[in-house]
T-cell receptor
Framework: GAVVSQHPSWVICKSGTSVKIECRSL??????MFWYRQFPKQSLMLMAT?????????EQGVEKDKFLINHASLTLSTLTVTSAHPEDSSFYIC????????????FGEGSWLTVV | SQQGEEDPQALSIQEGENATMNCSYK?????LQWYRQNSGRGLVHLIL?????REKHSGRLRVTLDTSKKSSSLLITASRAADTASYFC???????????FGTGTSLTVIP
């Protein structure tokens, strides 16, 4: 079946630095990718929707300059957490909608970010 | 939550019993999907039900959808210890551009 790969799975960074998380669709083209954040024992909160070749659409309350999303190709979207702070520590999950698949969406395994 | 609520928040049952989780949502949808998440892991898609469907089955899973009440339920029959996980409903808007999750139900199946 379709696979979405996230990298890295785990990352620890120092406060004030930036960290990039990649989301790749391995065997299909994804016109739309979604980024979510999940705090422990909570649900997934949609952060932004990114469409290939255009600017991401951010949900209310999500800082565009803080969470930079790039969807430069049909198989890759990146989320960069800029000037990370401990409160940004969370589980980040991406998902991708395959071109022509209607509403079939595939999820990555997630990336744990810890800011120290 | 962004789109909906689930109840109960937590459910603990004995192996072999049935587990029922409910999901309510806020806006019109194209379809509703149920996912499972083991602790600290990604999501596993369980079942999708379209807005014009009322009930769907997949193995031990039964999903219902009531668009007039904006609610859905997931029934897991003959539960197993391996079913222990968090279960989320997710709704896809009519434009297909937003995909929101409910608050989730944490299910514990006691062997």
């Amino acid at each position: 079946g379709a696979v979405v790969s996230q990298h890295p799975s785990w990352v620890i960074c120092k406060s004030g630095t930036s960290v990039k998380i990649e989301c790749r669709s391995l065997d299909f083209q994804a016109t739309t990718m979604f980024w979510y954040r999940q705090f422990p024992k909570q649900s997934l909160m949609l952060m932004a929707t990114s469409n290939e070749g255009s600017k991401a659409t951010y949900e209310q309350g999500v800082e565009k300059d803080k969470f930079l999303i790039n969807h430069a190709s049909l198989t890759l979207s990146t989320l960069t957490v800029t000037s990370a702070h401990p409160e940004d520590s969370s589980f980040y999950i991406c998902s991708a909608r395959a071109t022509g698949s209607g509403n079939t969406i595939y999820f990555g395994e997630g990336s744990w970010l810890t800011v120290v | 939550s962004q789109q909906g609520e689930e109840d109960p928040q937590a459910l603990s049952i004995q192996e072999g019993e049935n587990a029922t989780m409910n999901c309510s949502y806020k806006t019109s949808i194209n379809n509703l999907q149920w996912y499972r998440q083991n602790s600290g892991r990604g999501l596993v898609h369980l079942i999708l039900i379209r807005s014009n469907e009322r009930e769907k089955h997949s193995g031990r899973l039964r999903v219902t959808l009531d668009t007039s009440k904006k609610s859905s339920s997931l029934l897991i029959t003959a539960s197993r210890a391996a079913d222990t996980a968090s279960y989320f409903c997710a709704t896809v808007t009519n434009t297909g551009n937003q995909f929101y999750f409910g608050t989730g139900t944490s299910l514990t199946v006691i062997p």
